[in-house]
């Protein structure tokens, strides 16, 4: 892994999980309307399993784990 993927990896994960970051039903709600076909199952989050969501979330929706990621970024 080169040190621009390292350091992709670490901000997303740096301090704090998904849910800490900004309103997350305000998250969910943009997320289901950028990408119609997922669920509130889909999106149902569990602390300490945040690689294992978003690969699911990347395999459900055909991109990448850093696309789903990087939405994130510009989302929250």
């Known amino acids: 892994m080169d040190s621009t993927s390292e350091r992709r990896r670490f901000d997303f994960d740096d301090g704090t999980e998904l849910r800490a970051r900004g309103d997350w039903?305000?998250?969910k709600g943009k997320?289901?309307?950028a990408?119609?076909?997922l669920t509130?199952?889909?999106l149902?989050?569990?602390e300490g399993k945040q690689e294992?969501?978003?690969?699911?979330?990347?395999r459900k929706l055909g991109n990448t784990?850093?696309?789903v990621k990087d939405w994130?970024?510009?989302n929250t």
């Open 40 to 42: 509130d199952d889909d």
């Open 25 to 27: 039903h305000q998250v």
């Open 72 to 74: 994130f970024r510009r």
């Open 35 to 37: 990408y119609g076909d």
């Open 44 to 46: 149902e989050y569990a």
């Open 65 to 67: 784990v850093d696309d």
């Open 31 to 33: 997320f289901k309307q």
């Open 52 to 58: 294992e969501w978003l690969g699911k979330l990347s």
